[in-house]
Every structure is written in structure tokens, then in C-alpha cells.
């Protein structure tokens, strides 16, 4: 199923002109929106952010300070914190006391330069599923069932999206539609996911999952429904399911 | 080609009593009920060769049978290697998600 792949306004956050390819949403969308916010007067992390204050702790501009990307940045293994007045790495130095539009605001680049997504491009990764049926899915590990996803098609996949090399640990190879959802290992269905991007990472789609499945072997939610959740918006449904009350700090991995 | 040491694992020791194509679908049954079902990319039809599911020389019915001694698949290839040294070559419809293994029970076994 296609989706729309134009970025679209989230709660309280301005859409952003994206420099990067225009079907990738960049973790620094959301802060340069809350950069352009804070500048203006707005406040804080932005609304939909599973990480609560997270992004205003980690660094809210201030004004006519050179403009830091609200939250925390990670570029590879390194903690580049964006505290005022700090530069990026890779990015030359503000001018002292004028305030500075971040180049690279609109995307969040990994160790080795390779924008990283917060969500798949839908073109690449529409979501594919096995033939299973809840009663499969529910069986105690069944996840170790799954054939491991084979080597040629991880390479596959990161030379689709532009990530011809990383580090290790700083992508996990993600199952759109998760194996405990009855997802496939084919190309449609996975995707490079970051590590380090906050406030949606690998950690938190991962809890998403968990609860999905948890809801699909209660009774609580049909198996389809969940599979098309995922696969349309994985942060919409992160909220829909997750609720704004179960939202936390990341796991300490994402700074 | 590298051995699928997963599936390995679940067909070892097992003999493959009949292969069924159906379409796009080939059905391997094995003496313990089991069945294992792959999305392959053509229909077989008639021909004497083994192997299953890439074209009009690829019989079900002569696809060979035997006692599974090991698995390996590379691509969209997949061999069922048997005692016997005869291997029945199957093409997959793609490189995964196209092999399902379910036990006489329907329990599902394997996934791919």
C-alpha cells in the first residue's frame, strides 16, 4: 500500500523544507522545527516526541544564540550534545553573537555522512507479510522460527537507501511490519533504522511492536489492523497505541 | 551455496514422500505429515528434469525423493539435498519470504 511521501505537519510543528531527498523524513525535521519554534518564541521539544522533555532538556535555543537542533544528536558513536553556542561536527563555527540557521538542520547525518530515516520510504519498504495467522504469531518463539534475514539482501537493502557503509550498531536492519507481527524478510519489509536518532529510533518502534503484538494475542486488536498500522505510519501509530501517558526517555543507547 | 542451517535443522532426517505443484505454489510432503510449501516463480510442467518451479522442464511428478540430509539456498535457490546424493532443486519466487514449513499438526515450523 502507498502512502503519501510528502512530510506532513505533526502536532504543533511546522513542516520544514527538507533538503534532503523529499520522500525521507530527517530526526532533524523535528528540531529544526523546534529550532525555527524557539526562535520565534515557541517552546520546548516538539509535541508527539515519546521522549517528553527530552528535546527541551537536551539543548531549546535561546535567542540570538547560534541555533543548536532542539535535542541531542548523534553522529555515530559520539554524543554531539547541542548545547548553545556549540557546533555540530562538520558544520564550521557560528559567527560570534549572530544567530545561524543550521545547514544540515533537516537531516541527521550518521558517522560516516549517510543521512539516517526516521521512518522507510514507502516505495522501498511498502511492508510485506508471511502467510501466518494469529494462532502462528502468538506461539512462544515464534520470532525463531524466521529464517535470519540473509546477507545479500541486508547489503540490498542498505544500497537502497544510500548507506553503502556504517558502523556497527548504528543501524539495526528493521522488519517494517516486526517478525512478531508476521512480517517478511523480503526487501519490502525492511529498512535501515537508526540507533541514535531521537526522538524515534529503533529502540522505540521496538516498543510499539511489543505492545502490538501484546494487543494482537490479548484480543484486543486484529492481527491486520496492526500490520497496516505499522506499516503506513509507525510513529502515528506509536501514539495511537502508546498513548501520550506511556511516553519515556529513550534507552540510554540514544542520547 | 551456503547451507540454511535453520531449516536444516527442522527437515534433517525427514523423507520427502511427494512434491505437488500447485500454480505458483510447490508442496513438498514429508513421511511425518509435515509439508513444506514454496512460492516459486513459474508453474512445473511436464519435463524430466529435478528441478522444481523454473520452467516448462521442471515435473512435479518426477521431481526425485529421498531422506533430507541438509538444506542450502543461495538467492532463489534452494536444494534438498537427500541420502541418496540426489538433490531436488527448487526456484523460489524471490529470495526470501517464500518458504513455509508447517508440521502434521499445522504448528508452523519455519518461516522464511
Known sequence: MLRSIAPRPRDGIASVPDPGPPVWRWAGALAAAALISACQGGQGAPKGDPNGSAGAAAGAPTAG???????RDQVGGGDVATAAGASRVGEPPAASGAPRLPQYAARTLDSLGNPAPLEPDPRLTPGDTLPVSTE????????????NVPAE???EVYARYGVPSHRPGEYELDHLISLELGGSNSVRNLWPESHWTTPWNARVKDR?????HRDVCDGRLDLHTAQRAIATDWIAAYGQYMGRSAVRRPASGAR | MAANHKLTGVLKGRTATQVEALGATTVVHFDDGSTMTVQTTVAAAAGSTAEVGSGPAAPASAAPLGRVRGVRQQGTTL???YDNGVTLELRTAEATSSVLVRARDHTLEYAD
Open chain 1, 153 to 155: 539482501v541486508r547489503r
Open chain 1, 136 to 147: 502462528d504469531i502468538c506461539v512462544a518463539g515464534y520470532s525463531r522460527k524466521v529464517r
Open chain 2, 79 to 81: 536444494d534438498i539435498d
Open chain 1, 65 to 71: 544564540a547560534p541555533a543548536p537542533a532542539a535535542g
Open chain 1, 208 to 212: 510499539l511492536e511489543n505492545r502490538l
